[in-house]
């Protein structure tokens, strides 16, 4: 945790955050917040919060017209099942919030895994132009699509980063 304050533009900042390689329960931290043992809960507790928070930081500066934050969250294995040899799970999620000058940015991206194929997808949100831009991405070995809409404006592409006919044919068919 670190507090600070700016002299000459009386700006106050606030930072504060996880230790690093520290990791957050969520299920436990909501039983500690209730003020009860995490075996006293509902079931469905641990199922829908039974996940770790492998990230967690906040900047807050106050003061004047420079009043901005940010945030950056980030989780392990959120859930997952099986299906015979094969399953699906979400691997990870990560969140940033950043606010500064009256507009927000936002970024959330997550990996998940379905029958053995990982898969990346983001969502964009630019707030700081009059069209408000979203971007989201999928990728998958190296293949991106990628929707754009900027307003009036949508687009949809596909890039392929890296890889030969051959390698395009053999991830097909493995």
């Known amino acids: ?4 304050k700016d002299g000459e533009a009386g700006l106050w900042m606030f930072e504060g955050g ?3 390689d520290a990791v957050l329960t969520v299920d436990k931290l909501i039983a500690k917040l209730l003020n009860q ?3 006293d809960l509902p079931d469905f507790v641990e199922d829908v919060f ?3 928070i ?3 930081s906040a900047t807050m500066i106050t003061g004047g017209s420079s009043n901005s ?3 950056h969250c980030k989780t392990g294995t959120l859930w997952g099942f099986d299906l015979g040899d094969e399953g699906i799970s979400v691997e990870s999620v990560e969140l940033m919030i950043n606010h500064s000058g009256g507009t927000t940015t936002a970024e959330l991206c997550g990996t998940f895994e379905i029958f053995g194929m ?3 997808l983001c969502y964009n949100f630019d707030g700081n132009t009059t069209a408000s831009d979203t971007e989201i991405t999928l990728e998958w070995e190296g293949i991106e699509g990628t929707y754009n809409n900027s307003g009036s404006e949508s687009t949809v592409s596909l890039e392929i980063k890296d890889k030969s006919l051959g390698d395009l044919i053999s991830l ?3």
């Open 118 to 120: 990982v898969f990346s």
């Open 37 to 39: 043992d995490s075996s």
């Open 69 to 71: 934050y940010s945030f």
């Open 54 to 56: 492998t990230r967690l």
């Open 1 to 4: 945790m670190k507090a600070a």
């Open 18 to 20: 996880l230790a690093e």
């Open 172 to 174: 097909l068919i493995s």
């Open 50 to 52: 039974g996940f770790d």
